[in-house]
């Protein structure tokens, strides 16, 4: 069960569910708080449960914000995409109500264990050191105005969907024809021959004259203007200054490492092998060979002709095992042997422990500075807030950012001109000290005359800045540049020479020489390469690029890209058919049952909106669209 929860994490449902938790918590289960009590305006029904027009407003503003993020800060939507996005929000918001009442139907629980293991295994509450910090899960708990105790309800729910989507999801299976049409397309070979022309390698062009440099100055602008400057000073308040200030009594660390006594310590894991078959003989026939020393593949060949399956089941605790009988089976016997057949409501499994991880624990000693370091921590992140208050008000009573500094022991950090990549006017990179990329941007995103306000960054990091002067972009004077003007034009000679090479060679080609020939008569060394496919993954393969001009074109041709560093022509010299990669076929084949899955998915939750009678409001996708007042 626990494996089968954890296994369901992976699911897009599931991580789409937790984002959505982490946007706005708001919006899940919360219906009184969202509604006030009062008689908001509903948009559409599913089954009893309403979606107001502020819960699928709230959605539709957080699929925009998502989509400009992806596009870019200038992404302005028309009014038939902003439809667009308003009536795909709404219909996931009914999806998932939809989705509440079959877990509710079918009674799904999801156990305590597998709700720790979440949240432990959660990348959104690891620290520095890539391991669980309950200070950023009281960080995360504190931003979105929760108790741990309503988290954990929301996070259980999250994991009840996604068992019941998992249910659906694995029985896709991936047709063979697909398969191997598919298998055909990704493995084909490819042998090319390459030349690689490179700028460096082009005569040096002749002496410019200026009034050949002027005109290059004038009509690449951008290469020779200055980036916007700033001058800004900042505040710091981290959560580390706060920290070396906290003391942990003998006693309290004891006491959390009691507490927390599972957090250093992994239980016994095993790798284990099962086959399922339906039939008890023919079950007992291959534990018997397997035990004698048949190998996986023989064992694996005579599950499959018996309508069976062979497989690695991972490496497991004995609560990720997802079958009680099967854990107690695999648990009992040593390494490298293989158990009677076992019971089960899917057939009768024959199981071998491959290998045995034992379980560890690491004492006291072993982890009292780490445990004392986080406790130091966790009280700071307490403790900053208070700090924060009153800096807060020393800023607000009119304080320059140096007292506030001196006043409360902030670190000040001040840079005369700075832009927004964190480098000074020669386009040296300056010694930002621990200044979050938040302050940063903040700088540039600050108006003048603005007043210094204290703003909390990821990681526990509190800052103000005070912008000082703003220097804007501007074409440096030619005198100024003339250097880096004449570099600029050699290399757009050398570059235009090259072009011109590696035109004469295709056009060689297209004449009838091959490509190597076309390239020794003109002084250049070829390189064939190996057999490569079209993901370029072989050692000697080309680049991306080039691989997919090559797999357009015919036995023979040539074609020609530019890299960052010259131009490289190729030409196909033959072409492989795929092999026979029996490990390949299978792993393709469970990359399309994973498509096929999500399909799968898409169609059952389709299929619960159906059941649940979903009703919308025929002016909802307006409305929450801000098109109709």
């Given at each position: 069960m626990l494996a089968a929860i954890r296994n369901s994490l992976n699911s897009w449902i599931v991580k789409a569910l937790f984002l959505l938790l982490i946007a706005s918590f708001a919006v899940w289960g919360i219906g009184d708080f969202v509604s006030g009590g009062g008689?908001?305006?509903?948009?559409?029904q599913v089954g009893d449960a309403?979606?107001?027009?502020t819960e699928a407003?709230?959605?539709?503003?957080r699929e925009l914000a998502q989509l400009r993020r992806s596009l870019g800060g200038q992404f302005e939507p028309t009014g038939p995409i902003r439809q667009a996005i308003a009536d795909a929000a709404l219909r996931r918001l009914t999806a998932l109500r939809a989705l509440d009442l079959e877990v509710e139907r079918l009674g799904v629980v999801v156990p305590d264990g597998a709700l720790r293991e979440a949240v432990f295994a959660s990348e959104l509450f690891r620290g520095a050191d890539g391991r669980f910090s309950r200070i950023q899960l009281q960080a995360f708990l504190r931003n979105q105005g929760l108790t741990e105790q309503r988290f954990l309800e929301l996070l259980r729910g999250d994991l009840a969907r996604g068992q019941v989507v998992g249910s659906v999801r694995v029985g896709a299976l991936a047709p063979n024809a697909l398969v191997a049409a598919l298998f055909a397309h990704r493995n084909e070979r490819r042998v090319a021959d390459l030349v690689e022309l490179p700028f460096v390698a082009a005569p040096p062009p002749p002496e410019p004259s200026e009034e050949q440099l002027r005109r290059h100055y004038e009509n690449n602008p951008d290469l020779f203007t200055a980036p916007e400057y700033r001058a800004v000073t900042f505040v710091l308040l981290t959560?580390?200054?706060v920290a070396r200030e906290v003391e942990i009594p003998e006693a309290a660390l004891r006491a959390a490492y009691e507490e927390r006594r599972a957090e250093f310590s992994t239980p016994e894991r095993r790798v284990i092998t099962q086959v399922v078959l339906r039939e008890e003989e023919r079950a007992r026939v291959i534990a018997e060979a397997w035990a004698a020393g048949a190998p996986l593949a023989n064992i694996v060949a005579e599950a499959e002709a018996a309508g069976g399956s062979a497989g690695v089941l991972g490496r497991l605790s004995r609560e990720e095992v997802p079958l009680p009988?099967?854990?107690?089976?695999?648990?009992?016997?040593?390494?490298?042997?293989?158990?009677?057949?076992?019971?089960?409501?899917?057939?009768?499994?024959?199981?071998?422990?491959?290998?045995i991880e034992p379980a560890t624990e690491r004492t006291f000693n072993e982890v009292r500075e780490e445990l004392s370091a986080q406790l130091a921590r966790e009280r700071a992140a307490d403790l900053i807030y208070g700090r924060a208050n009153r800096v807060e008000d020393s800023l607000a009573a009119g304080m320059t950012l140096e007292q506030v500094a001196r006043a409360h022991g902030l670190r000040l950090l001040s840079f005369p001109a700075i832009d927004s990549n964190g480098r000074g006017p020669e386009g040296?990179?300056?010694?930002?000290?621990?200044?979050?990329?938040e302050a940063l941007q903040g700088a540039f995103d600050a108006g003048p005359g603005a007043m210094p306000r204290l703003t909390e960054a990821r990681n526990g990091v509190f800052y103000a800045l005070r912008l000082d002067g703003v220097t804007p972009p501007a074409l440096r004077p030619f005198e100024a540049v003339v250097a880096e003007v004449r570099a600029s034009w050699e290399r757009e000679q050398r570059r235009r020479a090259m072009e011109e090479e590696a035109a004469a060679l295709l056009a060689a080609v297209r004449d009838g020489l091959a490509l190597d020939e076309a390239a020794r008569r003109r002084g250049w060394t070829p390189r064939r390469t190996p057999p490569f496919r079209r993901d370029g993954s072989e050692v000697g393969a080309p680049t991306p690029q080039m691989s997919q001009a090559l797999f357009a074109l015919a036995r023979g041709e040539a074609t020609m890209i530019e890299t960052a560093t010259g131009f490289l022509v190729g030409a196909v010299v033959a072409i492989e058919a795929a092999g026979d990669d029996r490990a390949g076929r299978e792993h393709l084949a469970r990359e399309v049952a994973g498509a096929i899955a999500d399909d799968l998915e898409t169609q059952f939750l389709e299929a619960l909106r159906m059941r649940a009678g979903v009703r919308i409001d025929a002016r909802a996708v307006r409305?929450?669209?801000?098109?109709?007042?």
């Open positions: 008689r908001e305006r509903m948009v559409a309403k979606i107001s027009l407003t709230e959605a539709y503003q959560l580390e200054d009988a099967l854990a107690a089976a695999a648990f009992a016997l040593p390494a490298r042997q293989v158990s009677e057949p076992i019971r089960s409501p899917f057939g009768w499994h024959v199981v071998r422990v491959e290998e040296e990179p300056l010694d930002l000290d621990g200044l979050p990329e409305l929450i669209a801000g098109d109709t007042p």
